[in-house]
T-cell receptor, first 112, second 111 residues
């Protein structure tokens, strides 16, 4: 098992550009989530999904879109990047809602 | 989900047990206690979770008080590699999988 794979690992965007952060897991996990972590801060939940076709908003969803067309993939789309979205983004997955989540290694995004 | 309170930081000597406390005085009967840690710049790592009974795995032990208002994560023989931010999270079983992180405790293991 590769676990939770996030791509790219690093990205620099210009203000106003759009991009998609990829997250894939090969563990047949139903539950997946996206977090952002600003420098020196804790993790904040952006969006989460409880299965293919089902997504919901977390604590800080504005400026981000998600979709879950397959169990394996949960991409995070930045619609129009802003400097305030400079952060490290983590994707996580879990087999059930009561078990622990497995996290990816993160995508470090800088918006200039 | 219940709110948790953790000390901002703690130190521990290498080789000694690290005892990390968490207060969750408003916890409900169907809420689990989860512990995660985040080593610098890495993704968080799940450690352990429990509902009522004490739990132990290869990484740590979780002691939950009888009234469930507080818990302690125990790392039995801390190493330098255990230096990390440790998060205590309370989440209801009925919760749809949403996991909300607080500020956590920064544990510094010293030689």
């Amino acid at each position: 098992n590769a676990g939770v794979t996030q791509t790219p690992k690093f990205q620099v965007l210009k203000t106003g550009q759009s991009m998609t952060l990829q997250c894939a897991q090969d563990m047949n996990h139903e539950y997946m989530s996206w977090y952002r972590q600003d420098p020196g801060m804790g993790l904040r939940l952006i969006h989460y999904s409880v299965g293919a076709g089902i997504t919901d908003q977390g604590e800080v969803p504005n400026g981000y879109n998600v979709s879950r067309s397959t169990t394996e993939d949960f991409p995070l789309r930045l619609l129009s990047a802003a400097p305030s979205q400079t952060s490290v983004y983590f994707c996580a997955s879990s087999y059930t809602k009561d078990l622990g989540y497995t996290f990816g290694s993160g995508t470090r995004l800088t918006v200039v | 989900d219940a709110k948790t309170t953790q000390p901002t930081s703690m130190d521990c000597a290498e080789g000694r047990a690290a005892n990390l406390p968490c207060n969750h005085s408003t916890i409900s009967g169907n809420e689990y206690v989860y512990w995660y840690r985040q080593i610098h710049s890495q993704g968080p790592q799940y450690i352990i979770h429990g509902l009522k009974n004490n739990e132990t795995n290869e990484m740590a032990s979780l002691i939950i008080t009888e009234d469930r208002k507080s818990s302690t994560l125990i790392l039995p023989h801390a190493t330098l590699r255990d230096t990390a931010v440790y998060y205590c999270i309370v989440r209801a079983s009925s919760n749809t999988g949403k996991l909300i992180f607080g500020q956590g405790t920064t544990l510094q293991v010293k030689p």
